[in-house]
């Protein structure tokens, strides 16, 4: 259960919880389960945080700080991942469909059995990251060196490697 405590700190705004989170560096915030659906969340400072099954869906992460946080069975569909830090962070069996996760930091994360279908990673750091069981269906990866991460038994077979050309293309 997700503690009050944290959340009326964070309800105070980023800058004022990233304050705190600079003055008490050791604390690690619990908002397991949490319902966090369309919130503005960029630049947020979440580094080691207990989120696991909190649901993110359509919110902004965009440049925050998700290192070693525990996002186990988190649902992050069609979240703004971009350039956030997801550094030996744990998202087993994450929902991550149709997630924005371009430049993101997921170097030695656990990402086992997640959801990356309809998911952007273009030019996401994968370093010794664990993607076993993942599913990629229809997944942007372009520009992502997979040669030193594990992706044994994930599906890559409808994954785009390179840039889709046809989606800049006008239809009229």
Aim: glycine residues 8%; hydrophobic residues 40%; aromatic residues 6%.
């Amino acid at each position: 259960m997700a503690e009050q405590y944290y959340l009326a700190i964070l309800h105070q705004g980023i800058d004022v919880w990233n304050q705190w989170r600079q003055e008490h560096h050791s604390s690690q915030p619990d908002f397991s389960g949490m319902d966090l659906r369309g919130a503005q969340l960029n630049r947020v400072n979440l580094a080691g945080a207990r989120l696991n099954g909190a649901d993110f869906s359509g919110a902004d992460l965009s440049e925050s700080l998700l290192n070693r946080a525990d996002l186990t069975e988190a649902i992050l569909s069609q979240t703004n991942l971009v350039r956030a830090d997801l550094q030996g962070a744990n998202l087993r069996a994450a929902i991550l469909s149709n997630a924005n996760l371009s430049e993101a930091i997921l170097s030695d994360a656990v990402l086992s059995d997640a959801d990356f279908i309809g998911a952007t990673l273009t030019g996401a750091e994968v370093t010794g990251t664990d993607f076993s069981g993942a599913d990629f269906s229809d997944a942007d990866v372009s520009g992502v060196d997979f040669s030193r991460a594990n992706t044994h038994g994930a599906r890559l077979s409808k994954a785009y490697f390179s840039r889709r050309s046809d989606m800049l293309l006008d239809e009229s």
